[in-house]
C-alpha cells in the first residue's frame, strides 16, 4: 500500500509547483527581478503558459503589459480591494527578459490561441530594447500571428519606428505578404509617414546591397578568368 505521507508531500509539490508557474508570469508582468531569480531557481517551468491569458513569462516581460488583465485580488483585511497596479520600469522590463532569456526561454514560443510571439508582444507594446533583446537572441521576425501578421507590420499599425528599425536591422521581410500588403502599406493606411519612409530606406540600402554584391561577384568572376587566360598564353609562350 502506498505511503500516505509521500502522497501528500508529492501532491504539495505538485501544487507549489504549479503555483510557481503562475508566480513566475506575474513577476515577470511586473518586472520583480529577484522573484524572477527565487522562483527558477526553486523550478519554476521556464516556458509555462498562464493560462487566464495564453502567454509565457517571457512575453509577459518583454512587453509588460500587452493587454493583460491584472492579477487576482488580494486580501486587506476583510475586503477585496485589488493592489493598485505599478508598472515596471523600462529598466526592470528589459532585465527581467535578459533573466528569462540567459535562461533559456523559448524566444518564439507563440501564445495559444493568438499566435502572438514574445517579439510581436514587445513591438505592440512599444519596448524597443526587448525587441533589440529578443533579435540578439535568435527571435525570428518572420513569423506570424494569427491574424497572418508579421512583428514588423504590427509595428507599422502602432506606429513603433524604433522598433520597426531593430526589425529592419535585423532583416526583417519588407515586402508585401502573400494577400499584397505588407508593412509599407499597412503604415501608409495609418498615417505613419516616418515608418513608410523607413521602411522605403531600407529597401533601397538593401537593392544597393544587392547590386553592390552582385558587382564585386561579376569582379571576381572577370578576373578569374583573365587570370586563367593569362596563364594559357604564358604556358603556349614557354612552349613556344
Known sequence: MPDRGVGAALGAMAKRARGDDGELFWAARFGRVGQL??????????DSVDP??????????ASAVCG????PPRQHGHSRRLTPPVSPAPQDQAEATAVLLDAGADVNLA????GVTPLAA?????AAACVRQLLAKGADPELTDADGFTPLMHAALHGRVDSAAALVEAGAALGAGPAGVGAKELA????HQALVELIEGGDRKRLEKAAADKAEA???????EASERAAVERAAAEKA
Open 37 to 46: 531569480r527565487e522562483l527558477l531557481q526553486r523550478g519554476a517551468a521556464l
Open 52 to 61: 487566464s491569458h495564453g502567454h509565457t513569462a517571457l512575453t509577459a516581460a
Open 68 to 71: 493583460l488583465a491584472q492579477p
Open 111 to 114: 501564445a495559444l490561441e493568438s
Open 122 to 126: 514587445a513591438v505592440i507594446e512599444g
Open 188 to 191: 501608409h493606411v495609418q498615417g
Open 218 to 224: 561579376e569582379r571576381l568572376v572577370a578576373a578569374k
